[in-house]
């Protein structure tokens, strides 16, 4: 797989919670908490260098959510990853966790990696909902700008080991209850066009797609398609300001985020 990924920078950074100021007064707390990072963030380097990429390592203290976009600004990083176990990834987001801060406040693409935490035999590892990332990726698309920006990324994700990419388009039945059926039937034929021209662009990039047209609740349709159909990897398109209205007001984006058992990938 080849996403023209070249260089990883690898952060990890002390709560303060988890070592309380002063600073001085906690100096032996913190070098363990140093000292354990360091070893973790070693291993991680190893595995990556293994693949042949350069690797930089970082260790912080203080705030999560700062530090990582701080970290991300000063190393001129293209996107941020961040995991999430998929049975809290719901409450996480919700209550205001980092991956929900980082989300709301990052002006790059955030892929948010899904994990399910599976205990065997006294040992607890994370296992990933998908082996292949982006061989099948989702598109929902309200046709919006912020979708549009969500599309030029999908455009480009056959280098990444795309084969398939699904696009869908919900028309959400809630405000669609005062249309009369003429203007449904309008509705739709616009959109399946849109549709089709946005499935001509794809296969002029060697892509294979295939479109949906679906009728309901726009999260709970794109869910229940990502779950049916197996995708790998949803992509979402979202602005600054809306995303913030949305995730709080338990829209779309948000339900997307938090429910759906695939990685997450949200772009600005």
Not at 23 to 41: A, D, G, I, V
Not at 48 to 77: H, S
Not at 97 to 112: G, K, Q
Not at 146 to 154: E, M, P, T
Request: hydrophobic share 45%; with cysteine.
């Amino acid at each position: 797989m080849d996403i023209g990924l070249q260089e990883v920078v690898l952060l990890s950074v002390i709560r303060s919670s988890d070592v309380p100021l002063p600073e001085t007064l906690n100096r032996q707390s913190l070098e363990f908490w140093h000292w354990y990072l360091e070893e973790k963030l070693h291993i991680a380097r190893l595995a990556l260098e293994g693949k042949g990429l350069r690797v930089m390592t970082r260790i912080e203290y203080g705030n999560v959510v700062q530090k990582i976009l701080a970290v991300a600004e000063e190393e001129r990083v293209d996107w941020l990853i961040l995991g999430a176990q998929g049975a809290t990834a719901a409450q996480e987001i919700l209550l205001g966790s980092t991956a929900y801060e980082v989300i709301r406040r990052s002006h790059l693409p955030v892929l948010l990696q899904k994990f399910e935490v599976v205990r065997e035999m006294g040992h607890i590892r994370c296992r990933q909902y998908c082996q292949h990332l982006f061989e099948k990726v989702l598109h929902p698309t309200d046709f919006s700008e912020c979708a549009a920006s969500a599309f030029r990324v999908v455009k480009r994700l056959k280098a990444a080991g795309t084969r398939q990419v699904i696009l869908v388009h919900v028309q959400d039945t809630r405000t669609m209850k005062k249309r009369t059926p003429e203007q449904l039937v309008a509705f739709d034929q616009h959109d399946l066009r849109r549709l089709e021209t946005m499935q001509k662009t794809l296969r002029l990039y060697g892509l294979s797609v295939e479109t949906h047209l679906l009728h309901g609740i726009p999260h709970q349709e794109i869910l229940r398609l990502a779950d049916q159909l197996g995708a790998c990897l949803i992509v979402l398109g979202a602005s600054g300001i809306s995303a913030v209205r949305e995730i709080l007001t338990g829209s779309t984006f948000e339900n997307v985020i938090r429910h759906s058992r695939a990685p997450v990938l949200v772009v600005r």
